[in-house]
């Protein structure tokens, strides 16, 4: 349920006019337009329709919203990396992850890219700690797929001269590589192709 004026409980005495769900989900936007530090306070309130006491008592500081703005991205309908773990075998883990890598970072109902890399690569020493949130994140999802990996290798789905680690930094970076590629006008056919040259090589089963 959404965070409305009738569920939210009063900051100062009043309730919240707006629908954190929905601001969170502009506030976004922005981050995933113009980074951490581009999103100046003033555009975020723009966008969010509220004013800075009220994004300061609803979310905190912008650290903080951007963070559940992450949070937010990362379980979106359209998210494919940890669903993707659950898939049978490492090809098709691979494989959703890949393809839909494609299709999220060149959808044209979004931004291009992903929020989370382009996160972490601008920001300065002033996003220090968010930068490391997010290099954590990136970090637990590389686990993830090991372990994903190393559980298809002990079933006798990736051979036993593979290295899961490898592999699955291997993946990140493509991953992240494609995220980059997308913001420099990258489509998704493009993307595809990339997609199309790891699996060609995968050593698991399709």
């Given at each position: 349920?959404?965070?409305?004026?009738?569920?939210?409980?009063?900051?100062?005495?009043?309730?919240?006019?707006?629908?954190?769900?929905?601001?969170?989900q502009?506030?976004?936007?922005?981050?995933?337009?113009?980074?951490?530090?581009?999103?100046?306070?003033?555009?975020?309130c723009?966008?969010?329709?509220?004013?800075?006491?009220?994004?300061y008592?609803?979310f905190?500081?912008?650290?903080?919203?951007?963070?559940?703005?992450?949070?937010?991205?990362?379980?979106?309908?359209?998210?494919?990396?940890?669903p993707?773990?659950?898939?049978?075998?490492s090809?098709?883990?691979?494989?959703?992850?890949?393809?839909?890598?494609?299709?999220?970072?060149?959808?044209?109902?979004?931004?291009?890219?992903c929020?989370?890399?382009?996160?972490?690569?601008s920001?300065?020493?002033?996003g220090?700690?968010?930068?490391?949130?997010?290099?954590?994140k990136?970090?637990k999802g590389?686990?993830?797929?090991?372990?994903?990996?190393?559980?298809?290798?002990?079933?006798g789905d990736?051979?036993?001269?593979?290295d899961?680690?490898?592999?699955?930094?291997?993946?990140?970076a493509?991953?992240?590589?494609?995220?980059?590629?997308?913001?420099?006008?990258?489509s998704c056919?493009?993307?595809?192709?990339?997609a199309?040259?790891?699996?060609?090589?995968w050593?698991?089963?399709?």
């Open positions: 349920m959404s965070a409305t004026a009738s569920t939210a409980a009063p900051s100062v005495g009043r309730p919240r006019a707006f629908d954190m769900d929905t601001a969170l502009k506030a976004l936007e922005v981050f995933w337009l113009k980074g951490y530090e581009g999103a100046s306070l003033p555009d975020l723009e966008a969010m329709g509220i004013n800075k006491p009220s994004l008592a609803a905190g500081n912008k650290e903080q919203l951007f963070l559940k703005a992450i949070e937010l991205y990362e379980n979106r309908p359209c998210a494919f990396f940890y993707a773990l659950e898939l049978p075998t090809y098709q883990v691979v494989q959703h992850m890949l393809c839909g890598a494609a299709k999220a970072n060149a959808d044209p109902n979004s931004p291009p890219g929020v989370i890399v382009q996160g972490a690569i920001c300065s020493e002033a220090a700690s968010v930068k490391q949130a997010l290099i954590e990136r970090q590389e686990v993830a797929l090991r372990e994903r990996l190393e559980k298809a290798q002990a079933e990736l051979p036993a001269d593979a899961p680690a490898a592999l699955a930094r291997y993946i990140g493509v991953l992240q590589g494609m995220a980059i590629q997308a913001t420099s006008g990258a056919t493009d993307l595809r192709m990339v199309d040259t790891v699996l060609q090589a050593p698991g089963k399709k």
